[in-house]
């Protein structure tokens, strides 16, 4: 029997994530914009954003899942690019959320309540489906992969956006920068997380989990080459003052920048896996 650390996990069952959903402000983020972007969080989503457009390219139909969507900050650009979306997860909080945040911003999409493990959808639903920060909560995730290509159409494009627990990433360098900002704003305090189960793994596990649900032309790279400075980077993630903002973004900006120019052109937000926030993985269902 295939146990998720979502369902029977102590430290990660779907009631501590709907906990996490229902009780932080950070929660109402969407980390979402149509222009440049004012925080670090939106110019990351911003840039995940572009890092898929080589893979969605390759597709002929426009209709895409989300899978433990929380807020929906990335499927957000898949329904200003004109999609046909929809979302899906556990927390009936976190739908909420992500429901009220489109409405705001003019979206639109359907909001599902359900499980990965069993996903309320026929087969061959779907030209996409992708996760962020899903994959790595379960100890075993096969049936996580198994499900998503089910409901994907032949030919359809599968993206785990994986975010495992990597001490020597490139935050290491930088987590002197976020203990300070906690004493220079003791008054802000850091956001209280519900523990929930986090695997340490590479892509290895995960490419052989999809080479085994049918899916080729398989890709991995890290992800998301640059530190996340805040009093409390902890689930939902809590932002520093705009202006703060403002000047790392900026800086951010400069770096990619710098990276492109001395990688010859090639994708600035994607690296090493170890050196990166988290891991990019995709691959398209056979067509037979």
Same mark, same amino acid.
């Given at each position: 029997?295939?146990?998720?650390?979502?369902?029977?996990?102590?430290?990660?069952?779907?009631?501590?994530?709907?906990?996490?959903?229902?009780?932080?402000?950070?929660?109402?983020?969407?980390?979402?914009?149509?222009?440049?972007?004012?925080?670090?969080?939106?110019?990351?989503?911003?840039?995940?954003?572009?890092?898929?457009?080589?893979?969605?390219?390759?597709?002929?139909?426009?209709?895409?899942?989300?899978?433990?969507?929380?807020?929906?900050?990335?499927?957000?650009?898949?329904?200003?690019?004109?999609?046909?979306?929809?979302?899906?997860?556990?927390?009936?909080?976190?739908?909420?959320?992500?429901?009220?945040?489109?409405?705001?911003?003019?979206?639109?999409?359907?909001? #599902?309540?359900?499980?990965?493990?069993?996903? $309320?959808?026929?087969?061959? *639903?779907?030209?996409?489906? @992708?996760?962020?920060? /899903? %994959?790595?909560?379960?100890?075993?995730?096969?049936?996580?992969?198994?499900?998503?290509?089910?409901?994907?159409?032949?030919?359809?494009?599968?993206?785990?956006?994986?975010?495992?627990?990597?001490?020597?990433?490139?935050?290491?360098?930088?987590?002197?920068?976020?203990?300070?900002?906690?004493?220079?704003?003791?008054?802000?305090?850091?956001?209280?997380?519900?523990?929930?189960?986090?695997?340490?793994?590479?892509?290895?596990?995960?490419?052989?989990?999809?080479?085994?649900?049918?899916?080729? #032309?398989?890709?991995?790279?890290?992800?998301? $080459?640059?530190?996340?400075? *805040?009093?409390?980077?902890? @689930?939902?993630?809590? /932002? %520093?003052?705009?202006?703060?903002?403002?000047?790392?973004?900026?800086?951010?900006?400069?770096?990619?920048?710098?990276?492109?120019?001395?990688?010859?052109?090639?994708?600035?937000?994607?690296?090493?896996?170890?050196?990166?926030?988290?891991?990019?993985?995709?691959?398209?269902?056979?067509?037979?």
């Amino acid at each position: 029997m295939k146990r998720s650390a979502l369902t029977v996990e102590p430290a990660g069952d779907g009631a501590r994530f709907h906990q996490n959903w229902h009780s932080q402000q950070e929660a109402h983020y969407l980390h979402w914009t149509r222009g440049e972007p004012a925080n670090q969080v939106q110019l990351a989503f911003q840039r995940h954003w572009h890092s898929f457009q080589p893979f969605l390219e390759k597709l002929q139909g426009r209709r895409c899942l989300e899978v433990g969507c929380g807020r929906g900050s990335l499927s957000a650009y898949f329904a200003d690019a004109g999609w046909d979306c929809t979302l899906l997860d556990i927390s009936p909080k976190a739908i909420k959320l992500a429901r009220k945040a489109f409405t705001q911003h003019g979206l639109e999409a359907v909001f #599902n309540t359900g499980d990965c493990l069993n996903l $309320p959808y026929r087969e061959q *639903s779907f030209d996409v489906c @992708f996760s962020i920060g /899903l %994959l790595e909560h379960f100890r075993e995730f096969d049936r996580v992969i198994d499900e998503q290509v089910r409901v994907l159409k032949p030919g359809g494009l599968f993206i785990g956006y994986i975010v495992p627990h990597i001490p020597d990433n490139v935050q290491h360098e930088y987590n002197w920068i976020c203990d300070l900002l906690k004493t220079m704003a003791p008054e802000r305090g850091s956001v209280a997380k519900t523990p929930v189960y986090r695997s340490d793994a590479l892509s290895a596990p995960y490419l052989q989990s999809m080479a085994n649900a049918g899916l080729v #032309n398989r890709f991995h790279s890290g992800i998301y $080459p640059l530190p996340m400075i *805040s009093h409390s980077i902890d @689930f939902p993630f809590t /932002l %520093l003052p705009d202006a703060a903002e403002a000047v790392l973004v900026k800086q951010f900006k400069r770096i990619l920048n710098e990276r492109q120019i001395i990688s010859g052109g090639r994708d600035p937000w994607l690296c090493d896996e170890r050196e990166g926030q988290a891991i990019l993985t995709c691959g398209y269902k056979t067509e037979s």
